[in-house]
Structure formats: C-alpha cells, structure tokens
C-alpha cells in the first residue's frame, strides 16, 4: 500500500470538526478544553490521559513508529506502531508528532515534537454504574 | 468541506487500556 494510503482526513488543516456542544471547529484550532467538555456531553465516554514512555523506529514494520504508553490511572502498558506523520494531542499543548515535518507535508498540521513524557488525550468507554449505585433514573419508555 | 464529528477522532487519538 502506498505511503499516504488511510491517511485520515480528519487532519488535514482545515478540516472543520464538530464539538458535542455543537461548535464547529477547524482541526488546527481544537483545544484540549474541547475534547473534555465533548467527552463529557457525550455520556459514557470519558477523558483519559495516555504518556509516552518509549518512541523508537519499528522493528517489525519499517518506516514506521513504536510508540510506547502508560494509560489511564492503572498505567498499563500499550505498544502501537504507528506512521511518523500521525497526529496525537497533547494536553494543554496540542497537536504532536513524532515527525512534525512529514505531518506539515501531509496534512498542513502545524505540530509540536513529540517527546518522551508527552501526555496525550486519550478517550475510553466509560463503564456503567453497578446497578445498586444507581439513583433515579430518568424515564426511558424504549428501552433495549 | 466535510465536516467530521468530534469522536470520529477518537479512534486516532492516543491508545485507551484494552481490557
């Protein structure tokens, strides 16, 4: 497959996104308030936060990247390989990546360097209340 | 221009702990 292939337009400067609030914005103008405040309108998802422990070139997959993370409260390991163009969001810096070269070239995205300590957004589904917890709950008529 | 929905970033956002 060719380099730019599943390149995901998302990024692309320009690109204008939809915040849970309804605000439109451009990819290049989000803020790390805009992903919180929409994770939390948007019920059952929750802001988590993902730092970068490790970044090395692919052993297995060349010319990508390996980048290891610490996630969430319980700091468990994820390892994912990655292009080197891929934006990640970093809170309260924005936009990084491990090569911000290729990501103006690709996508126009102004990024910062990514570095080790880096602590990027991240988003999990929220687990429900245990059922005992639960207090009065609105009326739902349909449902599931 | 499209416009994309906040959380179809989600899955290009940094990794979530899979459990």
Redesign the interface.
Same mark, same amino acid.
């Given at each position: 497959p060719g380099p730019a292939a599943g390149n995901p337009s998302h990024f692309m400067k320009g690109a204008i996104i939809q915040l849970a609030t309804g605000e439109l914005k451009r990819v290049e103008d989000l803020q790390t308030q805009d992903f919180v405040r929409s994770a939390e309108l948007s019920g059952g998802l929750k802001i988590d936060s993902s730092m970068v422990v490790d970044i090395r070139a692919s052993q297995q997959r060349p010319g990508l990247v390996t980048l290891h993370f610490t996630v969430g409260e319980q700091q468990s390991k994820v390892t994912i390989d990655v292009p080197p163009e891929h934006p990640f969001f970093v809170f309260g810096q924005g936009w990084s990546s491990y090569s911000p070269e290729r990501t103006a070239q690709l996508y126009g995205l102004a990024c910062h360097q990514m570095q080790v300590g880096d602590v990027c957004v991240s988003i999990t589904l929220q687990r429900p209340p245990s059922p005992q917890k639960a207090t009065a709950q609105p009326h739902h008529p349909q449902q599931r | 221009? *499209?416009?994309? *929905?906040?959380? $179809?970033?989600?899955p290009?956002?940094?990794?979530?702990? $899979?459990?």
């Open positions: - | 221009v *499209p416009v994309f *929905p906040w959380h $179809s970033l989600v290009f956002l940094a990794p979530t702990q $899979s459990d």
